[in-house]
Structure formats: structure tokens, C-alpha cells
């Protein structure tokens, strides 16, 4: 006669309520929302420190180009200039 070892089919038989929670418990909570930010401050608002700040990396650019990327530079930035706000987001 065939006979089945109880105490492992028991155990496993007692644990299979526990599946579904132990799925749900290692999902992923939806990500919170970040926390709308403070409007920044239009160019002329910035303090002279700041603004050089930000032109800086553009200075060392600059500085290290030839007169092709020079060229290309001033391209993108006349490019830039005749865009509507919508096409420059």
C-alpha cells in the first residue's frame, strides 16, 4: 500500500492561505507625487553670481572650440532664438 508522508503534505496544505498575502505584501507601493516646485526666477531676477554660474560650462566651450563648432554653436543658438515657446519644449 502506497502511503503519503502526512506531516510534509500537512504543513504545505497549512501554508497555502499565506501565498496570496505573501504576494501582495512584496508589491510595490505606487510612487508618491512629488511636491510641485517653487516657480524659478526669470533670467534678469538671477544675481550676477548665478548667471555667470550658468554661462560658465558655456565660456569653457567656447573657449576650447574650433571655428567649426564655434559656428555651430551660434547656428543652434540663432535656431533657438526664432523657435516659439512651444518647439523649445
Do not use: I, K
Not at 510612487?31 to 548667471?51: G, I, T
Not at 555667470?52 to 564655434?70: H, I, K, T, V, Y
Amino acid at each position: 500500500m502506497f502511503r503519503l508522508p502526512t506531516l510534509p503534505l500537512l504543513l504545505t496544505l497549512s501554508l497555502l492561505p499565506a501565498v496570496p498575502a505573501l504576494a501582495q505584501s512584496t508589491a510595490t507601493a505606487p510612487a508618491a507625487r512629488p511636491a510641485p516646485a517653487a516657480p524659478l526666477p526669470a533670467w534678469e531676477q538671477l544675481s550676477e553670481a548665478q548667471r555667470d554660474s550658468l554661462l560658465a560650462p558655456l565660456r569653457d566651450r567656447w573657449n576650447g572650440a574650433d571655428a567649426g563648432q564655434r559656428q555651430r554653436m551660434l547656428s543652434h543658438g540663432q535656431r533657438w532664438q526664432s523657435m516659439s515657446p512651444e518647439e523649445r519644449d
